[in-house]
């Protein structure tokens, strides 16, 4: 494990542990904050999306077509781990037979 | 207590599933079982963890895949701030470890009864929780140990696993139609910034910021047209 592998669980530890006690500590003052309240609503999900975005934004047709059936996976199941396995073996089995780019 | 380690078993064989899988993509991403374990013990942030992974194994930008877990679990500001009622008369040292241990399902779960019988309160919160972060260390570190054994994924397009899951995080985040518009407008101009070249962690951030700026404008324009009706 190198230097950056044990400074990211350094750094994601003490960043989701702050993040708690600063709930524990603000308490009362931040559920009656509708800004910051509006915030934590609406952060998560746009987050996400987010992500999917910089992942599919250079990627090959393949990729999409393989992010479309995971899609499909996800509205029907809502289950992550069932859209996980079976969005990577969609992507597996396209590569392994050579279809796309 | 012994209520809640019993309670929330069902919910944390579905962690234990999705910590499973967890486990193989960190191994392929260069984490030894026990640095996953490690991980998982001490950062206890399910889906944060997820993405840090996965942006460390893109950018190798530690800072930024950092932040970008954690500001996935901002939601626990909200969550822990919940429990004040529940952990008022719990001595302070077991207050910081029930926030550590708390995890979404067990919040969740002690919320509810708690609602339905109020003598419901921080043991069984202890219970369901040391119960969720000892299955998620252990069902990680194992997804790990396997990951080590298995072959090169990454060339079968391994890096997807991690988009099918944020899809599906996605999909369990939708709460109706009113995330349509500013997820898609995060999604476009995401897209929008990557491709004009801006670095892809500063793009995730930008790019959310205005689906939130979004959202925050629609729910403004709802509102005063609800204040214009007579």
């Not at chain 1, 199941?77 to 050579?98: Q, S």
């Not at chain 2, 298995?150 to 890096?159: E, I, V």
Request: hydrophobic share 55%.
């Amino acid at each position: 494990m190198t230097f950056d592998h044990w400074l990211l669980i350094g750094v994601l530890a003490l960043g989701t542990y702050s993040l708690r006690l600063a709930g524990l500590i603000g308490g009362q003052a931040i559920l009656r904050n509708a800004k910051l309240k509006v915030l934590l609503d609406d952060l998560p999900g746009c987050l996400i999306v987010a992500l999917v975005a910089t992942s599919l934004a250079d990627a090959a047709p393949l990729t999409w077509i393989a992010a479309a059936f995971a899609l499909g996976i996800a509205i029907v199941t809502n289950n992550v781990v069932i859209t996980m396995a079976l969005g990577f073996a969609a992507m597996f089995a396209m590569r392994y037979f050579g279809v796309g780019g | 207590m012994k209520q809640g380690f019993y309670g929330i078993l069902p919910f944390a064989i579905g962690a234990a599933a999705y910590g499973f899988a967890f486990g193989i993509l960190a191994a392929q991403t260069g984490y030894p079982w026990w640095g996953v374990a490690l991980m998982s013990f001490s950062a206890h942030a399910g889906a944060s963890q997820i993405v840090a992974v996965e942006r460390f194994a893109v950018d190798g930008l530690v800072i930024g895949s950092a932040l970008a877990g954690i500001a996935l679990n901002l939601r626990y500001l909200g969550i822990i701030a919940s429990l004040g009622g529940i952990l008022k008369n719990v001595p302070l040292w077991q207050k910081l470890i029930a926030i550590h241990i708390t995890g979404d399902e067990s919040w969740a779960l002690t919320m509810a009864k708690n609602a339905r019988d109020p003598t419901i309160g921080a043991p069984f919160l202890m219970g369901s929780g040391l119960t969720l972060i000892v299955t998620w260390t252990v069902s990680t570190a194992l997804g790990a140990l396997l990951g080590q054994t298995m072959p090169d994924l990454a060339s079968y397009g391994l890096g997807f696993a991690f988009t099918a899951a944020f899809i599906a995080m996605a999909r369990a985040m939708w709460h109706g139609p009113q995330n349509m518009v500013p997820w898609v407008a995060t999604f476009l101009i995401t897209v929008l910034l990557v491709k004009l070249g801006v670095e892809s962690a500063y793009a995730i951030l930008l790019g959310s910021l205005a689906g939130v700026a979004v959202a925050a404008l629609l729910r403004q324009r709802k509102t005063k047209k609800g204040e214009e009706m007579p």
